[in-house]
């Protein structure tokens, strides 16, 4: 079955630590994205790449990073230097970057302790 | 940059019909697209207007005006499992890019 992962589903980290959320897609969709839920909020852009390494900032990059070194794979880190890190975070795909579809996996919900 | 703006909560009986609206703001336009989304859950892709007027897939329906910087999404049948959070969300330019902006979400609760 043809879709978009994310894991872990729920992840859990002490304040200042790094952490790497994945995100995996057999698709075959050139254009990749990171968003971020908070509670009662819509979905903001932290992060989207339309092809193998490449990638720009969003909204709201400040304090996170990305890479594209594959086609399937665009994982996200969240690191010490985002104030707020605590919310639910999810990836999506979409064959192009004009493309109006977009397919979203499952999310990570992370908290920081 | 772009923005939308949508009602926050809207509450609806089974079995009625519900209008969620969306008006936009950008700088160039490239369609209106909706999404669904459980609690907990991904949201999920439900309709596309690139045009004005109606376009209708089942029991939704998604209308747009350019003109008036105007959509609407439209649920008859009205059903417990709808009760979720819809979203709109427009394409606009950025940088050479074309990044997608979703609105805050309007709340829909179904009541028996």
């Known amino acids: 079955d043809g879709g978009i992962t994310q894991s872990p589903k729920y992840l859990f980290r002490k304040e200042g630590q790094n952490v790497t959320l994945s995100c995996e897609q057999n698709?075959?969709?050139?254009?990749m994205y990171w968003y971020r839920q908070d509670p009662g909020q819509g979905l903001r852009l932290i992060y989207y790449?339309?092809?193998?390494?490449?990638?720009q900032k969003g909204d709201i990059a400040e304090g996170y990073s990305v890479s594209r070194e594959k086609k399937e794979s665009f994982p996200l880190t969240v690191t010490s230097a985002q104030k707020n890190p605590t919310a639910f975070y999810l990836c999506?795909?979409?064959?192009?970057?004009?493309?109006?579809?977009?397919?979203f996996g499952p999310g990570t919900r992370l908290t920081v302790l | 940059g772009q923005s939308l703006e949508q009602p926050s909560e809207v509450t609806a009986v089974e079995g009625a019909i519900v209008q969620i609206n969306c008006t936009y703001q950008?700088?160039?336009?490239?369609?209106l697209s909706w999404y669904q989304q459980h609690d907990g859950g991904a949201p999920t892709f439900l309709s596309y207007?690139?045009?004005?007027g109606l376009e209708e897939t089942g029991r939704f329906s998604s209308f747009l005006s350019r003109s008036d910087s105007y959509g609407y999404l439209l649920l008859q049948e009205l059903q417990m499992k709808d009760s979720a959070s819809y979203f709109c969300?427009?394409?606009?330019?950025?940088?050479?890019?074309?990044?997608?902006?979703f609105g805050r979400g309007t709340s829909l609760i179904v009541h028996p």
């Open positions: 950008t700088s160039g336009f490239y369609g």
């Open positions: 207007n690139a045009l004005d």
């Open positions: 698709l075959n969709h050139d254009a």
């Open positions: 969300a427009v394409r606009g330019p950025s940088g050479g890019s074309y990044i997608p902006t």
């Open positions: 999506a795909s979409s064959v192009g970057e004009t493309t109006h579809e977009q397919f």
């Open positions: 790449s339309q092809i193998v390494n490449d990638f």
